[in-house]
């Protein structure tokens, strides 16, 4: 259904009123940045499949469509979006997955999600309809402003069509573990993801490590030998689980804190946690920490290690949730954003107070 007309008409009648649209599509991820604030614009009913070309490997399709919709018309052809991207829920549509950036248990092996946008259709904060990029992947001369929308959270556009680089499904598909604690772990996670075995994700629990390894039969048997372990029958609901926050670990009324850090990074935990409180996922690169420890003691700790750290689930939110900017880069977010968004009405404060 397109209903672009109609979400059009809304934008440009709130622009000109100047006032404050929430941008909703499956609300599944309204827990994720800072409080949503303004009327709702519901963008859900702009869905479908517009353009699919198996043999191109790209699809275009309206932003309000669900994950589940385009995972089903992908299956028949065998193929997938590559980013692995996680659900939250059964309405996760692709507008709301691309306005988070949000990619699972395979994103330091193939891509994120920004990495498979191909093109975009928009509405900027005046309500003028915008195109970028296109269906290939040399399509871009200057700024990449269709990537640009990815994790953006909304405060740019109102996002109507998107256009992918889709991949073919993996012919076999195996999970071994090791018992293993943090520290052997990373070494372990490290030292595989320096090798040509297809390894499609990796994590550890503080106990165990675990190995994803997709690819042709021989390249996947060979790989169960080299690493060794043994056989994790339930593979593929344990990544399904973890992409989804359905492990035992989420199952918590702490704050969920992601910290991104280079993925060698020796672990010791921060004072004031226990090795229960941490779960470790993209080979060492996140590290998911469950705790009532302020942000910014959270924040720092990440910085000492060469990352960053984000709220993910609960805290505060009417603060700040997202790792501080440098001056300068702020600066230049917030000319983005008036450039798009003049009057500042599109998801204002979502992502920083003074964005």
């Known amino acids: 259904m397109d209903n672009s007309n109609h979400i059009q008409r809304q934008l440009q009648d709130a622009h000109h009123s100047g006032t404050a649209l929430n941008i909703i599509g499956g609300d599944s991820k309204s ?89 975009c259709t928009m509405l900027n904060g005046k309500g003028e309809i915008l195109k970028f990029g296109g269906e290939v992947m040399k399509n871009v001369a200057g700024f990449d402003v269709s990537r640009l929308m990815a994790g953006s959270l909304g405060t740019l556009g109102v996002l109507l069509d998107i256009s992918f680089k889709i991949l073919p499904h993996r012919l076999v598909e195996q999970t071994v573990v090791i018992d293993a604690d943090f520290k052997q772990a990373i070494k372990l996670m490290n030292h595989w993801a320096g090798t ?37 029958d339930d593979g593929k609901n344990f990544w399904k689980d973890l992409r989804e926050h359905q492990l035992p670990f989420f199952d918590t009324d702490k704050t969920l804190y992601r910290l991104s850090v280079p993925a060698a ?61 440098p001056p300068a880069l702020m600066t230049l977010h917030k000319k983005l954003k008036h450039s798009f968004d003049p009057k500042g009405i599109l998801n204002p404060g979502r992502m920083y107070k003074d964005l």
Not at 59 to 88: C, E, M, W
Not at 316 to 321: H, L, N, P
């Open 265 to 325: 990074s020796a672990f010791t935990p921060l004072e004031g946690t226990v090795a229960s409180d941490w779960f470790i996922g993209w080979g060492g690169a996140q590290r998911w920490l469950a705790s009532d420890l302020p942000f910014e003691v959270v924040q720092s700790y990440a910085k000492k290690l060469g990352g960053h750290a984000r709220m993910m689930r609960g805290g505060d939110r009417a603060e700040e949730v997202f790792a501080p900017l």
């Open 196 to 232: 040509p075995l297809p390894v499609t994700a990796m994590c550890t629990d503080g106990q165990s490590v675990y190995f994803r390894i997709c690819g042709a039969p021989s390249a996947v048997e060979r790989s169960q030998r080299e690493i060794g372990g043994s056989m994790y």
């Open 31 to 119: 827990w994720y940045g800072r409080e949503p604030v303004g009327e709702p614009l519901h963008v859900g009913e702009h869905q479908g499949i517009i353009n699919y070309m198996p043999s191109e490997l790209v699809v275009t399709v309206r932003a309000g469509t669900k994950l589940s919709d385009i995972a089903d018309a992908l299956d028949q052809h065998r193929q997938r979006l590559p980013f692995d991207p996680p659900y939250f829920g059964e309405s996760a549509t692709i507008g709301g997955t691309v306005a988070c950036n949000f990619s699972g248990p395979r994103r330091p092996y193939a891509g994120s999600c920004r990495d498979y946008v191909l093109g």
